[in-house]
């Protein structure tokens, strides 16, 4: 690997991480490199404003840039694409792969991975090549040809889940019925906040709520039912459902080393509905 290489995977995910990132690169693609980084800050309404001629290895298509958030989990992959109508056209990744963490690259056409070659789609995260198998979050991204201003929208949701009002997200049992039942979980992300979140009703009743954004590098756990756990798809960290760790991220070496517990939440309950508190 490149010295410039190695310094670039310190810029973005600092030296411990660069570290354990540079170590599993034996197979460096030698034409993909992490897309070059920029610092900058979000409306109060979660958007993000880029004048694209201002960034001049996002000007032309098939440029990319890494934009780092203050408040966001993980560094963001802006990439300048033609639509097919033959328009410029601009999507936002998150961009450190789901496989073991590393930052990303886009070839012009796919976001590619330069430590095993995994692809992603630029448009929607989807995993286009493994050995990755987790998708990458994508973020609703517009282009205002006139003003040519790109705008990434870092806390949109899912349209079928309730948005956040005030920090509160309130889940009506008439939409979800199964959170009435012991050994339940909904999951979605929601608008205002912009990550996902797991809500289960436990086995005695109680009720836990927890973000998704593992506590190593960032990537998103997923609900493991047969563990019962909340397990991170990069390097097999594993959380309770109430947000404790149940094993460490796995170390190149094969060692594994502790991570803090996952970002919890107040959650209480109405005849109607759960009620998530503190969701900022
Ligand atoms: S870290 Fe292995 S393919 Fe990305
Ligand atoms: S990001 Fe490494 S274990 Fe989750």
Known sequence: MSTSRRGFLKGVLGTGAAGAASAALPGCAPDINPAPVTDVTASAAGTVDLLVPRYPDL???????????????????LAHTKN???????????????????????????????????????????????????????????????TRVVSINVLGGDTSFPSVVNGQLTLPFSQFPDLRNNGSSVTGV????????????????????????????????????????????????????????????????????????????????????VIVSGVR
Request: hydrophobic fraction near 30%.
């Open 59 to 77: 000007e032309p298509v098939g440029g990319a840039i890494t934009v780092r958030v203050p408040g966001q989990p993980t560094p963001l992959l």
């Open 84 to 146: 097919d109508g033959g328009s410029d056209d601009f999507s936002t990744v998150s961009s450190i792969c789901t496989h073991v963490g590393c930052p990303l690259g886009f070839d012009g056409k796919d976001v590619v991975c330069p430590c095993h070659l995994s692809k992603f789609n630029p448009r929607d995260g989807s995993v286009l090549q493994r050995p990755a198998t987790t998708p990458l979050r994508s973020f609703k991204t517009t282009y205002n040809p006139g």
């Open 190 to 273: 929601p608008s205002g906040y912009g990550l996902r979140i797991f809500v289960f009703r436990l086995e005695d009743g109680t009720l836990s709520a927890v973000d998704s954004t593992c506590t190593h590098q960032q990537c998103e756990v997923e609900f493991n039912a047969a563990e019962s756990d909340l397990v991170c798809p990069c390097h097999d960290s594993a959380f309770t459902r109430q947000g404790e760790m149940v094993r460490g991220h796995l170390e190149p070496n094969g060692s594994r080393l502790p991570n803090p517990p996952l970002k919890k939440f107040t959650v209480s309950e109405t005849a109607d509905a």
